[in-house]
């Protein structure tokens, strides 16, 4: 699809006097959404090219190919890059937690296998890339468990996490370390990411952020939920990013699969959503340096597939078309206002 360049105000300047703006991007969308994203976003994140099992899928194999283009695209364009992710559950292939006889190899062994890999892929695009997701998503959802049960801590207990960032700042002593997870606003989850990363403040561990992955939805979380969050994680010194923003038009457990557009009114209570989260997130540019949503337009959305396999979802500030939708002119609205 060939898009003219939009002739409505880029995102970036709407915002530059407060932070960052980032679209996730695959291989793909740097091509389908150029004009979009060079107007708009002065910041982008691999969506998958930069997970594990797509730079490094075999022990000895790295496959840098796609993450290589998003890195030039940018580099071509001055926009910034976030990398996206070292540490995950998900997308890791099993040959770094197994042996030759599908064991669980030692603890030794694979802190050996990750730092070689931070080492790698981190030294790779030093000077390119800023900040890291450096360790995603391992605090448990529910209860009282501080962390989610997986292959790392059967292997490594909670060892792993500290080990992680400190490969990851020898590799790059200049990047931007995050810890990054979703359901961040979330009272009884916002506590445990807390107490996770005070403690490796604590104990000297190098961290500079935490990743508010903001995967909301018209109905949740609430804007106290969302202040309240904003407000607990600062209180530890770190900067803050929301780094996968988007608004689903539907409850989570809304497993509806039948609407080819939206309802009436949804984009307008989406509008209204966006609105009222924006203008929270300038009450505290001072501490939020980077605004990355997942995704620039609802032609390519990670929403389209989840938690309904195959129905569309429109999520972003842009339609299928990459022409604003009533969100973006919210926001640009509010910014005009409270410059004056």
Same mark, same amino acid.
């Given at each position: 699809?060939?898009?003219?360049?939009?002739?409505?105000?880029?995102l970036k300047d709407i915002f530059a006097e407060d932070f960052h703006i980032g679209a996730a991007v695959s291989s793909n969308t740097i091509k389908s959404q150029e004009s979009l994203l060079t107007h708009h976003?002065?910041?982008?994140?691999?969506?998958?090219?930069?997970?594990?099992?797509?730079?490094? !899928?075999?022990?000895?194999?790295?496959?840098? *190919?796609?993450?290589?283009?998003?890195?030039? $695209?940018? =580099?071509?364009?001055?926009?910034?890059?976030?990398?996206?992710?070292?540490?995950?559950?998900?997308?890791?292939?099993? +040959?770094?937690?197994?042996?030759?006889?599908?064991?669980?190899?030692?603890?030794?062994?694979?802190?050996? @296998?990750?730092?070689?890999? %931070?080492?790698?892929?981190?030294? @790779?695009?030093?000077? #390119?890339?800023?900040?890291? #997701?450096?360790?995603?998503?391992?605090?448990?959802?529910? &209860?009282?468990?501080?962390?989610?049960?997986?292959? +790392?801590?059967?292997?490594?207990?909670?060892?792993?996490?500290?080990?992680?960032? *400190?490969?990851?700042?020898?590799? #790059? !002593?200049?990047?931007?370390?995050?810890y990054n997870d979703y359901n961040e606003s979330h009272p009884s989850k916002r506590d445990k990411i807390y107490t996770l990363v005070k403690s490796l403040l604590d104990r000297g561990v190098p961290i500079h &952020? %935490? &990743?508010?992955?903001?995967? +909301?939805?018209? $109905?949740? !979380?609430?804007?106290?939920?969302?202040?309240?969050?904003?407000?607990?994680?600062?209180?530890?010194?770190?900067?803050?990013?929301?780094?996968?923003?988007?608004?689903?038009? $539907?409850?989570?457990?809304?497993?509806?699969?039948?609407?080819?557009?939206?309802?009436?009114?949804?984009?307008?209570?989406?509008?209204?959503?966006?609105?009222?989260?924006?203008?929270?997130?300038?009450?505290?540019?001072?501490?939020?340096?980077?605004?990355?949503? +997942? &995704?620039?337009?609802?032609?390519?959305?990670?929403?389209?597939?989840?938690?309904? =396999?195959?129905?569309?979802?429109?999520?972003?500030?842009?339609?299928? @078309?990459?022409r604003p939708k009533p969100a973006y002119y919210r926001l640009a609205a509010l910014a005009n206002h409270l410059r004056r």
């Open positions: 699809m060939n898009v003219s360049v939009p002739a409505e105000s880029a976003f002065n910041s982008i994140t691999a969506e998958n090219e930069m997970k594990f099992a797509s730079v490094h !899928p075999e022990e000895e194999l790295y496959t840098f *190919e796609e993450a290589d283009q998003i890195v030039d $695209f940018a =580099r071509k364009h001055g926009m910034a890059v976030r990398g996206h992710t070292l540490v995950w559950h998900n997308q890791t292939t099993d +040959w770094l937690f197994r042996d030759k006889q599908n064991q669980l190899v030692s603890k030794a062994v694979l802190y050996e @296998r990750i730092r070689s890999h %931070i080492q790698t892929v981190v030294g @790779r695009y030093k000077g #390119d890339i800023y900040a890291w #997701d450096v360790v995603n998503e391992v605090i448990a959802d529910d &209860g009282d468990q501080l962390l989610r049960t997986s292959s +790392w801590t059967e292997i490594a207990g909670d060892e792993f996490i500290a080990k992680t960032f *400190e490969y990851a700042h020898a590799a #790059d !002593p200049n990047a931007l370390l995050f &952020g %935490i &990743g508010l992955q903001a995967h +909301w939805n018209l $109905f949740n !979380p609430s804007l106290d939920d969302i202040r309240a969050a904003i407000e607990k994680y600062a209180s530890l010194g770190l900067q803050l990013q929301l780094t996968e923003l988007d608004v689903s038009v $539907f409850r989570f457990e809304d497993k509806r699969a039948d609407l080819t557009e939206p309802e009436p009114g949804m984009l307008e209570q989406q509008a209204e959503f966006y609105e009222a989260v924006f203008k929270l997130l300038k009450e505290y540019s001072d501490v939020i340096s980077a605004v990355t949503f +997942w &995704g620039a337009a609802d032609d390519h959305t990670w929403l389209s597939d989840f938690p309904v =396999r195959g129905r569309k979802n429109w999520p972003l500030l842009f339609d299928e @078309r990459h």
